[in-house]
């Protein structure tokens, strides 16, 4: 079904809204939300929450892309999710992601200066400027959370091309948020 | 801190990428190996990895090889039937009486792009017949060549398939434009899309947008972009009217399934360049209407394709329980436009779309919403506008003139 039809059955209060949802994206979210979550009953809780928040958000919201509407809503709540569980079952691959977003913003108190929405903006203007491929690593390493092995299954690229690609980009917003005056 | 910083940031991400990252593709020519994902019964995925190219993909391709005999590059610009695009029909609900008023309303809002002089004067430039890459390259240059001249190019050839935009619907905060595409030959055209779009206007990437397949008809397609144009230097709203839009399709893929993903079926550039019309012409009501304690609106401003709604409206994190238990920060936003109601009575349910919401930069009391409507209206016969709150389902109806 299309996203339009679906939306539509949101807007007319169906709950096959919901099952569409499922059918079409819900491999998607469960796969965002065990790469933050390493657990396939909390990742299976997040995307059920994902449903319910979709159903209270549509109407009157209108996602213009409703897949990436979705991915926003699950990885936020799998993120919170992660934060309520004990820091024993944190997933590995996901200290190690944010760890390594760290880097980028050095001083916390220039940081804390510019609010999250805006920070948001200016990474996606610096993502405009990188190339296709450069940002879609990027994505699919901090938004979603793929490990590199899987983002280099998923593109064909070597594990070694992964990291340097994802090196590079880092240390490119690095500059870019420097140059917006984000960092010192 | 700093980490939760930037990860709340990454929430963010304008939607249109995050959508590339879904769907996103490396070009084949960049890619070593076939990689086959297969979904396990438990939901995860694993991979493996296959030498040599795509089948299915390489027989596609093969397949209009062989029906792609020329590249030509038209400089033209397309006479279009003298009535409105399915895509708008459908897309704005238009019909009978208000499809009517819409083709011969003067204010700019509705624009059907055409000249139809310059097609006799069009230029076209054909191609040697060889390999399909190279055909693509040397239809990239030739257009390069043209970009550099002056005038608009609204139609596009490239290795036998025509982009032309043909209407567009245009006010102070939203463009919704729509593209007709023939010469796609077998294709199944109900999968068939681009592989990158890229639209900029006065030479600034155009902000937020979003669009894909309208209408299919038998012998063409139509295609819907619709953008907001963020404000620029302060400018305001309506800063693009006037200027010169760009756009860049590249390579026609196809969507072949959850499990197959988008696939390449002819490479290509198309780049159209005009310059952007539309109207200023909007209705703005001064309001004072409280919806909550400390949530008041204060104006609306209606255009037929827009409506803006600014609050005073207290920043506020709230802290809400979500269904399994868990607690999480939600960021509390106000009652949005849910619908209208006529002064003749009729009520036009969700007329609300897509929108840009939040406090202005520096303010913590001055919300603004900005949505594309979903639904052609005419302003002057709304008589009152239903706001719901999404958290908590209750709707509240603001009347737009003083009883």
Known sequence: MEDKQIIELYFARDEQAIQETDIKYGRLCTSVSYNILANASDAEECVNDTYFHTWNQIPPTVP?????????????????RLDYLTAKKRCPQVVVSLEELEAILPDDRMASQVESEELGRIISL??????????????????????????????????????????????????????????? | MKTSKI????????????????????????????????????????????????????????????????????????????????????????????????????????????????????????????????????????EEDIFDQEGDITSVTCNGITVRVV????????????????????ANKKGVG?????INIDGKAAGSGGGG???????????????????YNNEGPG?????????????????????????????????????????VDTNIFMLNHELEPEIIITEVELTPISAVVRYEFLKQTVQGQTANGGVANFIKDPPFILSAILKGGTLLEYIGGMGRDGH???????????????????????????FRDSNTGKEYIVPLYDK
């Open chain 2, 7 to 142: 990860v709340d940031a990454l929430h963010y991400i304008d939607e249109d990428l995050v959508a590339e990252a879904i769907t996103y593709r490396p070009k084949e020519e960049d890619v070593a190996e076939e990689i086959i994902k297969i979904s396990e019964a438990n939901g995860k995925e694993t991979t493996m990895k296959k030498k040599g190219k795509i089948a299915k993909r390489t027989l596609l391709v093969a397949a209009l090889i062989a029906v792609l005999v020329l590249g030509t590059l038209t400089v033209a610009v397309a006479a279009f039937r003298g009535s409105l695009a399915e895509s708008l029909r459908s897309m704005f609900k238009v019909s009978g009486e208000l499809e009517e008023d819409l083709l011969t309303r003067e204010d700019g809002l509705l624009q059907i792009i055409e000249t139809p002089a310059a097609l006799e004067t069009s230029k076209s430039q054909t191609m040697e017949n060889t390999e399909i890459v190279e055909t693509v390259r040397e239809t990239i240059e030739k």
């Open chain 2, 239 to 279: 800063w693009f009217l006037g200027k010169q839009i760009e756009i860049k399709f590249t390579d026609v893929d196809m969507f072949l399934g959850k499990e197959m993903g988008s696939y390449i079926i002819q490479e290509g550039e198309w780049n159209l360049k005009w310059t952007m019309q539309g109207t």
């Open chain 2, 167 to 186: 209407q567009a619907l245009v006010d102070r905060y939203h463009v919704n434009l729509i593209f007709r595409i023939e010469g796609l030959g077998e």
């Open chain 2, 213 to 231: 397949l309208e209408f299919v008809g038998e012998d063409y397609v139509e295609y819907s972009w619709s953008v907001r144009p963020e404000d």
């Open chain 1, 64 to 80: 213009l892309y409703f897949s990436a509407f979705l991915c926003k809503i699950v990885r936020n709540l799998s993120l919170k």
């Open chain 1, 126 to 184: 610096f993502l405009r400027t990188e190339k296709a491929e450069a940002r879609n690593v990027f994505l699919r390493k901090y938004l979603f959370m793929d490990s590199v092995s899987d983002i280099a299954a998923r593109y064909g690229y070597e594990e070694s091309k992964v990291k340097s690609m994802l090196f590079r980009t880092r240390s490119r917003l690095r500059a870019y948020l420097k140059k917006e005056g984000v960092e010192v």
């Open chain 2, 194 to 198: 681009f592989r990158k779009f890229e």
């Open chain 2, 360 to 386: 202005v930069p520096g303010s913590t009391t001055e919300f603004v919403s900005i949505r594309a409507l979903r639904m052609l209206i005419e302003p002057s016969e709304v008589d009152s506008l239903i």
